[in-house]
């Protein structure tokens, strides 16, 4: 079971990857990266990334019908207070993944069940002429099954 250092160097591998980071989406910080990102700034780009992954998981139009909500300990006031937590013990997130296009890019947020509390995903930077969206979602999946956190 590979950690977060060989399932990164993994994402680097996949057709036109430029960079790969696994992502607190709580914090907005990233707990791993490789390769290049937009801007030139992996932990500026995992706070932006992070922030459209909470506003998605955070959300009950996109949880599956009949989705186990769970509150958080705080009073409801907190940033997504009372709202689904992707990443609770024993629980999936709400959200398999999110993918974003642009241009001359893709970005393939893949969220990581975990089995503690922990918010976690996979993010890809894919450059449009030579990267596989399908294989990329396929591959991300696998390894987020595989990766072994804590």
Not at 32 to 59: C, I, K, M, N, Y
Request: glycine fraction near 14%.
């Amino acid at each position: 079971m590979p950690g977060i250092d060989e399932c990164l160097l993994e994402a680097m591998r996949l057709p036109g990857a430029r960079g790969a980071a696994l992502v607190d989406w709580t914090s907005g910080l990233a707990l791993g990266a490789v390769g290049e990102f937009p801007g030139g700034d992996h932990e500026a780009a995992a706070a932006e990334a992070a922030e459209v992954a909470r506003l998605t998981a955070e959300q009950r139009a996109f949880a599956p019908d009949g989705y186990a909500r769970h509150e958080h300990a705080d009073d409801g006031d907190g940033p997504g207070g009372g709202d689904a937590t992707a990443g609770a013990a024993g629980v999936d997130p709400p959200v398999e993944d999110l993918i974003i296009s642009n241009r001359d890019s893709y970005h393939v947020l893949r969220f990581v069940p975990t089995s503690f509390d922990s918010s976690v995903f996979l993010h890809v930077w894919l450059g449009r002429p030579d990267g596989n969206l399908a294989l990329a979602r396929i591959r991300l999946g696998e390894m987020a099954g595989r990766l072994v956190l804590g």
